[in-house]
């Protein structure tokens, strides 16, 4: 199995010091990301599409096996809800385009308020390329589904997991792609709790998984220690068990 681990974003100046050298320019980010860590979830797509020129800048900093997971535009997932999006997902994937064999996945990530909805599935999955990997993040219990999860796999989609946001459920490890998509969104990971997601992953039927975890300035860390794990560098140690955090607990639910 191959596991491309990395965050959601690269550019954050927070990160000098601890990642990043002190005194790095922001134009030299993504190459020594890219140096130290095999994939990066880019997020400011849903807002706005990059020009073409910035795709090959990115595509021209990093090395040949680097992987670039993007999400896509608002305009799709949360604007229209899915529905008559056809435009809009044709012109994403003419875009993405520019970044050849760097893009790994497109994500597409469900509004929490959007309730499962199997005829609305089936027809967006329908005018998504063959050619383009693709990733849907669901926000709503009502979508965790064997229904849903037979329609994902009949087009090779990945179902995104991890650890979610306040509020947000608890999606399954269900392979419904020849890959899988991890977003990990808990704000600290111990030496055992990385073991114990390498041990999950493991047992899958995956060839490749990508695994973002958070924008914090730990993150880059907990990816090089899950990295460290899988490339067999590194010994995971022993879960402990963690208390349940009360109603209402935890920070705002963010990308």
């Given at each position: 199995m191959k596991l491309r681990a990395g965050t959601s974003g690269f550019s954050y100046s927070e990160w000098r010091g601890a990642f990043y050298p002190e005194g790095m320019p922001a134009d030299a980010m993504l190459g020594y990301y890219s140096s130290r860590l095999g994939s990066v979830e880019v997020n400011n797509t849903f807002y706005r599409m990059p020009s073409p020129a910035v795709l090959a800048g990115w595509a021209g900093a990093t090395p040949p096996e680097f992987r670039f997971a993007v999400k896509a535009s608002r305009r799709i997932t949360h604007l229209s809800k899915l529905r008559n999006v056809a435009d809009p997902?044709?012109?994403l994937a003419k875009t993405l385009s520019g970044l050849g064999a760097k893009l790994g996945v497109v994500l597409y990530q469900l509004p929490p308020v959007l309730r499962r909805d199997d005829a609305l599935l089936r027809d967006f999955l329908a005018l998504l390329p063959s050619e383009q990997r693709a990733a849907?993040?669901?926000?709503?219990?009502?979508?965790?589904d064997d229904a849903v999860y037979s329609l994902l796999r009949d087009k090779n989609v990945a179902l995104v997991a991890g650890d979610p946001e306040e509020g947000g459920p608890v999606v399954p490890l269900e392979p419904t792609?020849?890959?899988?998509y991890l977003r990990l969104r808990a704000e600290d990971y111990s030496d055992a709790d990385l073991g114990?997601?390498?041990?999950?992953?493991?047992?899958q039927p995956w060839h490749e998984v990508f695994a973002f975890f958070k924008h914090e300035t730990k993150g880059p860390e907990f990816a090089l220690r899950l990295s460290a794990?899988?490339?067999?560098r590194a010994r995971p140690g022993v879960a402990k068990p963690k208390a349940s955090p009360a109603r209402g607990s935890g920070r705002k639910r963010t990308a």
């Open positions: 997902v044709t012109f849907l993040e669901v926000r709503h219990a009502s979508w965790l792609a020849d890959f899988g114990a997601w390498h041990a999950r992953l493991a047992a794990l899988a490339e067999g």
